[in-house]
């Protein structure tokens, strides 16, 4: 896998990786940014929540567990001092619908944070990673 990031302006920039598609990066206005797009962090926890929801997605079709929404919602705690490393993330899965097995949910992001999410793997030997899910009638 190869990604080229590119300056637009300041510390605003374009990637762009294998997929061919351009991602825009930006930091706030203090930080030399311009504030129009988001953050290096926040594209960290955005890769960790999309990368294990598509295992969850992947495993509860799998077992043909039907549900109307599906949301993974991340809070973050960072360091004080600088670099400012997240210290600890806690991730809340959020499924819409009626008669969804908890125990099928519970399963799936087990196995998507012990086994599949690369994203995962790499964080959790420096962060301390929490999950829980709400199935919401």
Do not use: W
Request: glycine fraction near 6%; charge should be positive; hydrophobic fraction near 40%.
């Amino acid at each position: 896998m190869k990604a080229v990031i590119k300056q637009v302006k300041g510390c605003s920039f374009v990637g762009e990786s294998d997929s061919g598609h351009p991602v825009n990066i930006d930091t706030p206005k203090d930080s030399f940014g311009f504030d129009t797009a988001a953050h290096p962090m926040e594209l960290v926890l955005i890769a960790l929540g999309s990368c294990s929801g598509c295992d969850v997605v992947s495993i509860l079709n799998k077992k043909k567990v039907r549900y109307k929404k599906f949301e993974i919602h991340l809070e973050a705690e960072r360091a004080e001092s600088y670099p400012k490393v997240f210290k600890k993330i806690h991730v809340e899965y959020m499924l819409y619908g009626k008669d969804i097995n908890p125990v099928h949910v519970g399963r799936a992001i087990e196995l998507s944070m012990e086994k599949y999410c690369p994203v995962f793997a790499m964080l959790k030997k420096s962060v301390e990673i929490t999950s829980s899910y709400k199935i919401i009638k």
